[in-house]
């Protein structure tokens, strides 16, 4: 009877063997030297084919298999900082692909999903904006890069495996200014990786006016009016304004639903008191902010 492999060890044993390889190697010889039969390891290299993390060569009626660039180099177990080193020199070279295969080789293995997106892309993110105050970045570059790691963040939710969604748990993350779309979408993607019913609105703070509140009021009452639970409205600005209106708007929302209904920020310390106003929780920092959901939901389901 042959063994059953999880992706991740399987990927792991043909980047050990290919690491070496630098002439490649056909499917036969990977299977010889990982002890996968070949039936296996074909399936394998196809899916890891499609990932982007080898590449293929038809030398007459035979595969040889090499490793992407920039994946040799990525050490089993995962080590994040070493992601996110990789991840960052990729783009501020402005290598989109090799950014985008670091992250690949790390996503559908045995991980923290959460943690790529907190200890890899938005350490990553806050790095380019460090390097724009600086001065050591125009305001093209910065747009360019700020976008690229959006398609990054799509990467890892186009990625994301649940083990388990979670029964009657809901999320919103909603941005109120423009340095915090990625970290409020980041939160909409750790959510679903967690298993909640999990949405991202964008940046609304164009879209903020005197009646604003009604229509923003009207759609949380389209997606949750009648679910039950524990739904979690998520709010992120650098804007005292937004923050809280935002905050004051969604307040207003409790008890109109079926379900709890809990309001969580993120802020900076200089915007503490009014994110406190009408939140139920401030957190530092994502991970902070999903723990907490976390627990709070243990609590009510």
Known sequence: ?????????????????????????SGIELA?????????IT???????????????????VNVWFLETGIADIEFPINYVQVQQKLISAILAGEEELARRI?????NSDIDQVRVLTDVVLPAVNTVGELYSRGRLDKTERSFLLNLMMEIIDLVKF?????????????????????????????AVAFSALGWD???????EDQIDPFFDIDFQRYISRVWGSKHGLMVICIFSSGEGSLRFLSSTAKAMKGRLRGELRIAAIATPEL?????ENSDHVAKDLLSLVQWAERQYSITK
């Open 43 to 61: 399936k394998y290299l196809d899916v890891l084919h499609a990932m982007g993390l080898v590449k293929k060569k038809k030398t007459g009626n």
């Open 103 to 107: 992250l690949l080789s790390v996503l």
């Open 272 to 276: 503490q008191a009014a994110a406190e």
């Open 32 to 40: 010889d030297r990982t002890d996968i039969n070949r039936m296996t």
């Open 159 to 187: 990625n994301v495996r649940v083990s388990e969604q979670k029964a009657n748990a809901y999320t919103l993350a909603v941005a109120g200014s423009d340095d915090k779309v990625h970290v409020a979408k980041s939160a």
């Open 198 to 204: 999990s949405l991202y609105i964008g940046d609304v």
């Open 1 to 25: 009877m042959y063994r059953r492999y999880t992706l991740d060890e399987v990927k792991r044993k043909i980047v050990d063997v290919l690491q070496g390889a630098s002439t490649g190697l």
